[in-house]
């Protein structure tokens, strides 16, 4: 099975497309993509790709979330979500501690993004979720990322303690990918309830990296959104 899906992968290669993927994901020597290499596969051609090999063993998503090949891994963590999303709580479990296992070759911002969620967010959503603070402490960019934008699923429940927990110990990281996270996550709270975000951004505004309030108050209205940028006593009452 991993040999067809990986010429199934192979044959949707676009040389042209994964020179300019090269480039915006990062891969030059030093930088947080370094050593990744790019098929330039559309997100939609590695979803039905992926639907075709759900039953693909653990043993064998482990051989492609080992590869250089970006899209290997992404079809990867796409059949896991896949899994996951059919899974009884006995399998769930299961993808959840293999997911866990791996995470250090979750190691790109798109791949945290469509998996977190999904897999560690949903999972965890009703059970103790020590892991992801744990996650949110460690030196590792990838496992802080994912702390974070795991907590997605808990958002889209309306339950937003952790995502502010959690954007408390990641505010003053210094990697733009953090602030982006985060400040994207504040900026989803507040879609579902502005006052929250409001009211957690009084205390962090002044001081928080730039990057991550300008994500936060994306959406904000104009106006607003220069007041929460100029501070001082221009913040709009809540």
């Known amino acids: 099975m991993l040999p067809s899906l990986i010429k199934d992968l192979q044959s949707k290669k676009n040389l042209k497309k994964a020179k300019v993927l090269q480039k915006f994901f990062k891969t ?10 790019f098929l330039g596969l559309t997100s939609k ?15 064998k998503v482990s051989q492609l979330l080992k590869s250089k090949v970006h899209e290997y891994r992404v079809c990867a963590l796409r059949i896991l979500v896949l899994k996951h999303n059919k899974a009884d709580e006995n399998e769930r479990a299961r993808i ?7 995470s250090e070759k979750i190691n790109n911002w ?41 907590t997605y699923y808990f958002i ?3 339950e937003f303690s952790d995502t502010l927990k959690i954007s408390e110990i990641l505010m003053k990281d210094k990697h733009d990918l953090i602030h982006k996270a985060v400040g994207w996550m504040l900026r989803e709270v507040g879609k579902r309830n502005p006052k929250i975000e409001k009211n957690f951004l009084k ?17 904000f209205p104009e106006v607003e959104r220069k007041k929460w940028l100029k501070g001082g006593n221009l913040i709009p009452s809540i």
């Open 28 to 37: 030059g020597k030093g930088e947080y993509g370094e050593g990744n290499f």
């Open 45 to 59: 051609q590695i979803k039905n790709i992926a639907k075709k090999y759900i039953g693909l063993s653990l043993k």
């Open 96 to 102: 959840f501690n293999f997911y866990l296992e791996n």
């Open 110 to 150: 798109d791949l945290v993004d469509l998996s977190a969620p999904n897999i560690v967010g949903n999972f965890l959503f009703d059970k103790e979720k020590d892991i992801l603070y744990k996650f949110a402490k460690s030196h590792n960019l990838w496992k802080k990322r994912i702390a974070i934008v795991s």
């Open 156 to 158: 889209k429940q309306n």
């Open 203 to 219: 205390g962090y505004y002044k001081t928080m990296p730039r990057t991550m309030l300008r994500y936060a108050i994306e959406k």
